[in-house]
């Protein structure tokens, strides 16, 4: 186990002003070619309070989707996609980390905009769905493989501050692999009406079922993945949801029961007030991030943990955990603990030793081996 002093040197940093592979860009670097673009945005930045952050990325979105406009009207459909995409990216930068004012919900509506251009002639086809769980309707989106039998599906489950459009690449990688892929928000962001609360997995399994009930999926055949939070999601919902949840990807996710020691302790509420440092919200408003403490990490392990809420020895299907060594947000305790818990076979990891939060280095290796080892597991 690492110690916090070890940790400190390469751990994850959620610094909107520092562009690194493993820090705060990390959730968005894949989906954009130009790096150095982005860094040069990032120089501009004055201030991360939405006054002087949205203008920056959300000029950036305009003229990627202005040049996409003008590459559809030409039908270089290819051209107009990369275009649209990058828009997209730009503006859920825009947006982070999630709906807090009416400006930020401007630019949520201007991400989502370029995200369905951008889809608007993928094949297989996007398909926007709507899925209905307790006279309520969540939002999200669907792909399919052309095939002529009935196929395996997995629902892509998002985190916090990622919303499903940041998403679009694990339905690709889905496809790739011969999957079927529903992407949708979390509960308590974006589209998706229920509340973040541990009685919202609800929301997951009422996707489940939508899955199970489309006629080119396999209902014996469904699996999960999610990052971050949605790492935490795809385990609690493996265990409420066994008899029909068959395989899970998580990378990273917390707290499914490790608890910390006090030197761990220590580091984690470091790392998680280092995000307070920051206001993405109008001038004058308080940090977006609260202050963390222990108090308030063992609310959310009292709360929150799987194995408070009895369902760690009913996730019996293959699992597959992925994270960084060095995760302040989503400490690595957390896979040992549930490798040491539960069946003696079928419970997978992989650790990288130099890796933040989610691996983000490490992304371009690890997210092509999940949709692989799903599919793997779903044959």
């Known amino acids: ?13 959620e610094n909107p ?4 592979p493993r820090g705060f860009y990390r959730r968005w670097l894949m989906t954009l070619d130009d790096h ?19 203008p920056v990325w959300r000029n950036a979105g305009r003229s990627y989707e202005e040049a996409g406009d003008r590459l559809e009207a030409d039908r270089d459909y290819d051209g107009a996609r990369r275009a649209y995409l990058t828009a997209k990216t730009y503006y859920a930068i825009a947006r982070f980390p999630w709906e807090l004012s009416p400006l930020k ?3 949520s509506q201007d991400c989502s905009r370029a995200f369905r251009k951008a889809n608007a002639h993928v094949d297989p086809p996007m398909h926007f769905v709507e899925i209905p769980c307790e006279g309520k309707t969540i939002r999200a989106f669907y792909r399919a493989p052309r095939a002529t039998r009935k196929v395996p599906a997995i629902l892509v489950m998002c985190g916090s501050d990622v919303f499903k459009e940041d998403r679009a690449w694990a339905a690709e990688m889905a496809l790739d692999s011969g999957l079927a892929a529903l992407v949708m928000d979390a509960p308590g962001t974006g589209e998706n009406p229920f509340p973040w609360d541990p009685a919202s997995v609800k929301a997951w399994m009422a996707a489940i ?30 265990g409420a949801y ?3 949840v068959k395989a899970v990807v998580a990378s990273a996710g917390h707290p499914f029961g490790y608890e910390l020691p006090p030197d761990e302790m220590d580091w984690v509420v470091e790392g998680r007030n280092r995000r307070s440092l920051f206001v993405y919200g109008p001038p004058g408003s308080p940090p977006t991030f609260p202050r963390w403490s222990k ?25 597959l955990m992925i994270n960084g060594k060095h995760d302040v947000l989503a400490p690595i305790g957390n896979i040992y603990f549930m490798l040491e818990h539960g069946p003696v076979t079928g419970r997978e990891a992989r650790i990288y030793p130099d890796g933040g939060h989610g691996a983000g280095k490490y992304q371009k290796i690890w997210r092509p081996a999940a949709f692989e080892w799903l599919a793997s597991k779903l044959s």
């Open 295 to 319: 108090e308030r990490e063992n609310e959310i392990f009292d709360k929150w943990a799987l194995s408070k809420l009895g369902l760690v020895d009913r996730i019996t299907m293959p699992i």
């Open 1 to 13: 186990m690492t110690t916090a002093a070890e940790g400190r040197a390469i751990e994850s940093d």
């Open 105 to 107: 919900r401007e630019v």
């Open 209 to 238: 079922d939508w899955l199970a009930a489309r006629p080119e999926v396999d209902p014996r055949r469904i699996g999960a993945f999610g990052t971050s939070r949605g790492g935490y999601s795809v385990m609690q919902l493996a």
């Open 17 to 20: 002003f520092v562009v690194t």
């Open 36 to 54: 150095d673009e982005v860094r040069r945005l990032v120089d501009s930045l004055e201030a991360s309070t939405e006054d002087k952050w949205v």
């Open 242 to 244: 066994p008899e029909m």
